[in-house]
């Protein structure tokens, strides 16, 4: 979109044309607005040829136009492939690989979970030299051990299955022993990766997608030119109220009688605690991101300083309700049987909330009208408000819906941990915000994307957990995190002036 302007008398078509394509029909028309002192702006409608005959207005004229992105004849569209590996969540992705891979071989090993081989009567040990010696009268064992954890091709093992002329030499990650005197039990475990492991890899995921809810309101926020200090603190007062219904929720059912202490088994049912932990606080969360809003366009103040405002009285808030303690006592239906209910050895509720959240950002932002005009404003307010795009309102529209995100988050959080402590999203926006940033959002606006959120999230989260899995001291995080924000807007800006045509 483009600003153009006027001067006094003089022809629109000599004006605009060199915006449009050579390829444009001489029949090609458009619709503009043109500003009057006493009407307003009043819509026309003009074709660029034949020439438009010379404007009689007194004054500068400023015109938003649309320019067509169709290439010309001599242009040709990108490939697939060259769009695919321009794309910014493309590099995302390649730096999270990168990061596994050498996490994956400097991050050292750790046993990993016990396992249990039955040893048959008659069964008998003996430890030589640091290892353990077991003769056992039968194959059986020793095929099990074989089967769990390999034999030591290296040649150290500290465990060593004996049945007449057959052995097996095994390492075990842990300190091998024999359990039991009458049936007696091996304990053993395998040597796995400190980082690639399934309980790590489910832990890294789960922590991220409380950040990549909100990733994703916070993205759009950014695209359209704003910012928003008070995510985490909103994300505090959501989980706080939401914690008071639940609690209110499961004291109902269980009656006067309940103790609230501990009133988590049984009581309110699925179909009552999901809607209310969920609603309010998304409702909650909307109704903080509505204030914000409402006070930046109605204001015409910057959005940092509203949302940093926002930040100390919703945090104060908190502590006001809370009184600085934990609130506990949520129905069972909402936690083990909801945001915590396992399958198998993992809890995949938080993650696919998280994935659905991406989609249904990456629909709003790219497939509807308000995604586009989301984009507009970023890319130009001036031009978006003279192409008659209502500015406030949507600005109203994005921060609800963060806020509403940023509740969402909240009552994942209350339900995975059973709990909603006082100091419950603090420092939160700075992981968002770099998120965010680090996921493609460009802060002077105009470009973002939901799956780059996402992706900025696991890369955020994979900093502390690297930092942990590689026994650095975790002081250093914020300092790592904090450096991150500034390597993303630095090369976004460098980016920005080295790509002829952005902005």
Request: hydrophobic content about 50%.
């Amino acid at each position: 979109m483009r600003v153009v302007q006027i001067a006094p008398r003089t022809s629109l078509n000599a004006r605009l044309r060199p915006f449009f394509p050579a390829s444009i029909p001489t029949s090609h028309s458009f619709r503009f607005s043109t500003p009057h002192r006493s009407r307003g702006c009043t819509s026309r409608t003009a074709n660029l040829i034949p020439p438009i005959p010379q404007s009689a207005h007194k004054f500068p004229l400023h015109l938003a136009i649309l320019v067509p992105l169709t290439p010309t004849p001599r242009q040709s569209a990108p490939s697939f492939l060259r769009r695919l590996f321009r794309a910014q969540e493309s590099g995302l992705i390649l730096v999270i690989l990168l990061m596994a891979i050498v996490l994956t071989l400097r991050g050292g090993t750790k046993p990993g979970d016990i396992q249990r081989i039955a040893l048959p009567p008659g069964t008998t040990t003996e430890e030589v030299a640091g290892v353990l010696i077991i003769t056992s009268p039968t194959d059986a064992p020793l095929a099990a051990v074989r089967s769990a954890l390999g034999e030591s091709s290296s040649g150290v093992a500290n465990v060593r299955l004996i049945s007449g002329s057959n052995k097996v030499e095994v390492l075990s990650a842990s300190n091998p022993r024999v359990i039991g005197s009458d049936a007696q039990t091996l304990l053993i475990s395998r040597s796995e990766s400190k980082f690639l492991n399934t309980q790590n890899l489910v832990l890294l995921a789960t922590q991220a997608s409380f950040i990549a809810v909100m990733a994703v309101g916070m993205t759009a926020v950014i695209i359209l030119g704003g910012i928003d200090l008070s995510v985490g603190s909103i994300y505090g007062l959501a989980a706080v109220v939401g914690a008071f219904a639940l609690q209110a929720l499961q004291l109902n059912f269980l009656g006067p009688d309940a103790n609230s202490l501990n009133a988590a088994a049984g009581g309110a049912p699925w179909w009552a605690a999901i809607p209310v932990g969920i609603g309010v606080c998304c409702l909650v969360g909307a109704v903080c991101g509505g204030v914000s809003g409402s006070m930046i366009v109605g204001l015409r103040v910057h959005p940092f300083i509203i949302t940093l405002g926002m930040m100390a009285m919703l945090s104060g808030l908190v502590f006001v309700l809370t009184r600085g303690q934990s609130i506990t006592g949520f129905p069972e239906s909402f936690t083990k049987g909801f945001m915590k209910m396992p399958a198998g050895n993992v809890y995949p509720v938080p993650v696919a909330i998280m994935v659905l959240t991406m989609l249904a950002g990456m629909f709003v932002l790219s497939q509807t009208v308000l995604g586009r005009r989301i984009f507009a404003i970023g890319g130009n307010e001036i031009a978006a408000k003279y192409a008659g795009i209502p500015v406030g309102g949507v600005k109203i529209i994005v921060y609800v819906a963060s806020g509403a995100l940023a509740g969402l988050s909240a009552a994942m959080y209350l339900g995975y941990y059973g709990a909603a402590a006082p100091g419950a999203g603090q420092g939160y926006e700075l992981d968002v915000i770099a998120a965010a940033v680090i996921g493609g959002a460009s802060l002077s606006g105009g470009r973002g994307s939901a799956f780059g959120a996402v992706l900025g999230a696991l890369l955020v989260q994979m900093i502390g957990n690297g930092m942990l899995v590689l026994d650095i001291d975790q002081s250093y995080t914020q300092i790592v995190k904090g450096a991150a924000i500034v390597v993303a807007v630095v090369l976004d800006q460098a980016k920005a002036r080295l790509t002829p045509g952005s902005r």
